[in-house]
């Protein structure tokens, strides 16, 4: 069910160290392999864009991640709780970074998405990411085996 969220009922702030335990909590829920801690504290040491969002009551609905290069963001991580998924959260969370991304005067967001993650591919593509590459077995998957990645940019 899609849900119509106004961001100013919603807590959406920079990510800190101490967030840290609540999103890998998160990310160990929603992906089959997930960032480790370490991960987490480096892309806060690096100072990347790492924002969170949460509901009035404090609880963490979702975050991102965006490591900026040259003129281009790179969208390392973005991910919505599992029982928040499916009510238009990772549309507003794509719509922050697409946000960040123009506040920091860059061109495009680049991002890569496993094939097998259908619905993340679907909402990438129905926001505007267009597939510009392959990364021949670019992540882990089940058995050893090694799953491609689709790289897609959009257009700021």
Not at 78 to 92: D, K, T, Y
Not at 110 to 128: D, F, K, T, W
Request: charged share 20%.
């Amino acid at each position: 069910m899609m849900q119509q969220w106004d961001l100013a009922r919603l807590n959406y702030e920079p990510m800190q160290a101490n967030d840290i335990d609540e999103v890998l909590a998160l990310e160990q829920t929603v992906y089959p392999y997930p960032w480790s801690r370490a991960n987490f504290v480096d892309s806060l040491a690096s100072g990347y864009q790492a924002w969170v969002l949460r509901d009035a009551g404090g609880d963490l609905m979702g975050y991102f991640l965006i490591m900026a290069i040259v003129d281009e963001a790179h969208l390392l991580n973005v991910a919505v709780s599992a029982e928040r998924q499916r009510q238009g959260l990772g549309r507003l969370l794509l719509n922050q970074a697409v946000a960040c991304s123009r506040g920091l005067g860059l061109e495009s967001v680049l991002l890569e998405v496993r094939p097998s993650n259908s619905r993340a591919l679907a909402i990438y593509q129905r926001y505007g990411f267009h597939e510009i590459g392959r990364r021949k077995a670019y992540y882990p998957a089940a058995g050893q085996q090694r799953e491609d990645a689709i790289v897609m940019r959009f257009q700021l």
